[in-house]
């Protein structure tokens, strides 16, 4: 197989593996199609996380069977580095998103890493406009602590999560998450916000 081929055959493959899920479902995650395993190594234990606080909160668990994951691109050539930040392709892509976003308004939107971050806010036309270096862990972190302090199940919630935690589950050293992993801290306080708008989330199971 050729290179030029090879590359084909992937491209077709990730745009066959675009979305999965329901977007009628409350809520969606937006995902780096250079990272898929987020899927995996973040979002499994942060979704672990949230069912074990709702259980005991509330003791039901959520129905993602339908949840709305959606790679940001079609295609991860086209994801911007730190010397082609946006280009065309990728501006269409979020003309196209926003359509969708504005046609379902989902209630929550989840990232994961610095790419669909930063692709969300432009499809909500945020400025100032920032680029790849800007949307360090830090800053991610404190990114969610707003977006968790400002949750409003009225509108659409944009949620930023890491792209990729080490192995002890910790954040950064600096951060104090009051002894909690990442993972525990994440996925208690989407879940707290989940549990207090539970009768306005069309998601659990029955």
Known sequence: MTSLTRNNYISQTEKLKRDTGDKSYPIWLLVNPKYPAVRHQIWTPVLAEIQDKVFREIQTRIDTTNIYIRNAVTDSGIVPNTLNWWGIEVGEEIEAFREIVLEYKPKVIITFGAFPYEFLRRVFRIKP?????????????????KAIKNFDINKINRIPLLHRVNASGKFIENQNYFGESYFQYVGTRIAEKIIENKNELNIWIK
Request: avoid cysteine; proline fraction near 6%; aromatic fraction near 18%.
């Open 129 to 145: 406009e920032k680029g790849p270096v800007y949307w360090g862990n830090a800053i991610l972190g404190e990114e969610f602590g």
